[in-house]
């Protein structure tokens, strides 16, 4: 079992910085792959980034560029750099994690392949 834990949300303007991040703990599994997503009202869970086992990162188009994913070095921390926001960026975001092997980029942004998910942290920008 794993247990994930958002912090870092808030409101800022566009153009705006904000860091998220993810604890883990109580868990029993591997957490080598874990990812970011997002919600806004209306529209259905959206994948943000990825970091999989050997680091390597994936991004959704909406924000590469902008957004930078990191895990710390004893992965008890997952973190969402977000850069340059957008009003398109406002969303609950969420902090998921697999246990056992890291599925290929194709199919990270499937919600359904992560295990653990976080309560979620918000996400506000203001124009």
């Known amino acids: 079992q794993v247990q994930l834990v958002e912090s870092g949300g808030g409101s800022v303007q566009a153009g705006g910085s904000l860091r998220l991040s993810c604890t883990v703990s109580?868990?029993?599994?591997?957490?080598?792959?874990m990812a970011w997503f997002r919600q806004a009202p209306g529209k259905g869970r959206e994948g943000v980034a990825r970091?999989?086992?050997?680091?390597?990162?994936k991004y959704a188009n909406s924000v590469k560029g902008r957004f930078t994913i990191s895990q710390d070095n004893a992965k008890n921390t997952l973190y969402l750099l977000m850069d340059n926001l957008k009003p398109e960026d406002t969303a609950m975001y969420y902090c998921?994690?697999?246990?056992?092997?890291?599925?290929?980029?194709?199919?990270?942004?499937?919600?359904?392949?992560?295990?653990?998910w976080g309560q979620g942290t918000q996400v506000t920008v203001s124009s």
């Open positions: 109580s868990y029993t599994d591997s957490t080598d792959c």
């Open positions: 970091v999989d086992t050997l680091y390597r990162e």
């Open positions: 998921a994690a697999r246990g056992g092997s890291c599925p290929r980029d194709f199919i990270a942004f499937n919600p359904s392949i992560y295990n653990y």
